[in-house]
């Protein structure tokens, strides 16, 4: 699952980095950390989209009320397994569905936990040394999984 907006912001660090003649200095490392923050606020979007576009196929609107309250009460991490736990709670079918779509990729589930990872430490640590080009690899791969979650939630090749 592309993020356009995303796929836009790369493009436009990445040429304002060459441009300036900023890889590898304090700009490159800012910008690399905010473009992270994103990609992991998107993708923690997209989720909740999909659970949401599930949810809507109920017809009581305090019952859709309801289920959106519980998946953000329960919802916290955006790691593979959490995401995995949170199918869970639709049925079995689902975690396993995605667990067998993961099974095929692992280095997209590797990436995918390196950028959520990663975005913690921006949160929770000093300083992260990575290079845009490094998080834009993560991403590549990384947002595959939110193609798996998707087909397992909603079936096929929604």
């Known amino acids: 699952m592309r993020i356009p907006r995303i796929d836009q912001l790369l493009d436009d660090c990445e040429n304002h980095l060459?441009?300036?003649?900023?890889?590898?200095?304090?700009?490159?490392?800012?910008?690399?950390?905010?473009?992270?923050?994103?990609?992991?606020?998107?993708?923690?979007?997209?989720?909740?989209?999909t659970i949401r576009e599930k949810c809507d196929t109920v017809d009581d609107e305090s019952l859709r009320t309801f289920l959106d309250s519980c998946v953000r009460a329960v919802f916290r991490s955006l790691k593979v397994d959490e995401m995995g736990s949170l199918l869970n709670r639709f049925g079995s079918n689902h975690k396993e569905?995605?667990?067998?779509?993961?099974?095929?990729?692992?280095?997209?589930?590797?990436?995918?936990?390196?950028?959520?990872?990663?975005?913690?430490?921006?949160?929770?640590?000093?300083?992260?040394?990575?290079?845009?080009?490094?998080?834009?690899?993560?991403?590549?791969?990384?947002?595959?999984?939110?193609?798996f979650f998707r087909e397992a939630l909603l079936g096929g090749n929604a």
Do not use: W
């Open 18 to 49: 060459s441009s300036t003649g900023s890889t590898g200095t304090e700009i490159e490392y800012l910008l690399t950390r905010s473009v992270l923050v994103l990609i992991c606020a998107q993708f923690e979007e997209k989720i909740r989209a």
């Open 97 to 147: 569905n995605f667990k067998e779509r993961i099974s095929v990729n692992p280095q997209a589930v590797t990436l995918y936990n390196n950028l959520v990872t990663n975005r913690h430490q921006v949160a929770h640590a000093d300083r992260l040394h990575m290079s845009l080009h490094e998080v834009k690899g993560f991403y590549e791969q990384g947002h595959i999984i939110l193609d």
